[in-house]
């Protein structure tokens, strides 16, 4: 079994996240061991932002799912754990918004059928 000090495949760990990128997110832990949730390991749905799971400077529980002895760096995954499942950050959607809406045009299109709808509630 593959092992980089304390740390094993399969193990329940505690870390920062300490960056975001595109492709996932890193994570640090106090010894100065890091790892990488690659962005598949995020969701078993499909992660169309990273930024609605993680941030830069929350602490998460991962499982570590591989390690990369050579680089001193773990994969780890969220979506391993069920208690992650519960704490991923929900996408807001007002009623009547399209759902690939963007920008403040929807949102100046759709602000007085919201109001309206106020004055009637």
């Known amino acids: 079994m593959s092992s980089i000090g304390n740390y094993k495949v399969g193990m329940t760990v505690y870390g920062q996240i300490s960056g975001i990128k595109p492709y996932g997110a890193?994570?640090?832990?106090?010894?100065g061991v890091s790892g990488l949730i690659h962005i598949s390991e995020l969701s078993n749905g499909f992660v169309r932002n990273i930024d609605h799971f993680v941030t830069v400077g929350e602490y998460v529980m991962v499982k570590v799912i591989d390690i990369d002895k050579e680089n001193r760096q773990l994969r780890l995954s969220l979506k391993a754990l069920p208690q992650n499942r519960?704490?991923?950050?929900?996408?807001?959607?007002f009623e009547g918004?399209?759902?690939d809406a963007i920008g403040f045009k929807t949102i100046e299109k759709m602000m007085p059928e919201w109001l309206k709808g106020e004055k009637n509630d």
């Open 86 to 93: 519960k704490r991923f950050k929900k996408r807001v959607r």
């Open 26 to 31: 890193f994570v640090r832990f106090d010894d």
């Open 97 to 99: 918004m399209p759902e």
